[in-house]
C-alpha cells in the first residue's frame, strides 16, 4: 500500500507565476478530490472526480483554477496568476468504488505547501 | 446550507485526564460522520465513520458517539501521543465530504 503521493510538497512562487501539483491516488480507487486547507480551518472542498470524468467542482473554485485526470489515474491542479490568498496547503485525497454508498472514507496525502510571495 | 461546528477550538489535558470533544453539525439526509486524526504537516487520517443516531464506535482510547444532532469524541486517560488535531466531517447525498474547523488537542506528560 503506497498510499496517495502528492508532489511536491512545498512550492514556493511570486505572485502571478502560475504553479502545478500532481497527485497519485492509491492504485484501486476510482475517486479523487482536491481539498485546500489554511492554518486553523478544516479542509474545504475544491473539486471531485470519478475516473477521468470531473463531476463536482466548488463555487469557491475561481476560473484561474483547473484540475484534470486524464486516463483516470493521476491528477493536476493548476492554478493560474497566482495571488496571496492562494497561500495553504492543497491536499488530495481517494476512496474506493462505491460499494453500496455507505462509505466514503477518505485517504489523504500529505499536501503541498503553497507559499504566494 | 450544511455546517460542521466543532467545539472547544482547543483542549490542553494532563496525561490520563479524560475528556470530550464536540462536533455538532445540520445537514439535509446525513449520509456518514466521520472522524479524522491530523497531525502537523500531514494530511488527515481516519479514525472512525458512524451513521445513525445511536450509534458507537471504539479504537484504543477512542470512542465517537452520534445522537440526530451532534457527535462526540471520548478520549480516555490520553496519552501525549493523542496529541493532534481532531476533525469531525459530514457527507450528506453527494460526493462532498465537509469539514468542520477542527479540536486541537494537547496532552502534556
Known amino acids: 500500500d503506497t498510499g496517495v503521493s502528492q508532489n511536491p510538497r512545498h512550492k514556493i512562487t511570486k505572485r502571478g507565476q502560475n504553479v502545478t501539483f500532481r497527485c497519485d491516488p492509491i492504485?484501486?480507487?476510482?475517486?479523487l478530490y482536491w481539498y485546500r486547507q489554511t492554518l486553523g480551518q478544516g479542509p474545504e472542498f475544491l473539486t471531485y472526480?470519478?475516473?477521468?470524468?470531473?463531476?463536482?467542482k466548488s463555487r469557491l473554485l475561481s476560473d484561474r483554477f483547473s484540475a484534470e485526470r486524464p486516463k483516470g489515474s493521476f491528477s493536476t491542479l493548476e492554478i493560474q496568476r497566482t495571488e496571496q490568498g492562494d497561500s495553504a496547503m492543497y491536499l488530495c485525497?481517494?476512496?474506493?468504488?462505491?460499494?453500496?454508498?455507505?462509505?466514503?472514507?477518505?485517504?489523504f496525502g500529505s499536501g503541498t505547501q503553497l507559499s504566494v510571495l | 446550507e450544511d455546517q460542521v461546528t466543532q467545539s472547544p477550538e482547543a483542549l490542553r489535558l494532563q496525561e490520563g485526564e479524560s475528556s470530550s470533544l464536540n462536533c455538532s453539525y445540520t445537514v439535509s439526509g446525513l449520509r456518514g460522520l466521520f472522524w479524522y486524526r491530523q497531525d502537523p504537516g500531514k494530511g488527515p487520517e481516519f479514525l472512525f465513520t458512524?451513521?445513525?443516531a445511536g450509534e458507537e464506535k471504539e479504537k484504543e482510547r477512542l470512542k465517537a458517539t452520534l445522537t440526530k444532532k451532534e457527535s462526540f469524541l471520548h478520549i480516555t486517560a490520553p496519552k501525549p501521543e493523542d496529541s493532534a488535531t481532531y476533525l469531525c466531517a459530514v457527507q450528506e447525498g453527494g460526493f462532498k465530504t465537509i469539514f468542520g474547523a477542527g479540536t486541537r488537542l494537547f496532552v502534556k506528560a
Open positions: 458512524l451513521y445513525s
Open positions: 492504485s484501486e480507487h476510482n475517486r
Open positions: 485525497a481517494s476512496s474506493p468504488r462505491d460499494t453500496g454508498g455507505t462509505n466514503e472514507k477518505l485517504f
Open positions: 472526480f470519478q475516473n477521468e470524468a470531473q463531476l463536482e
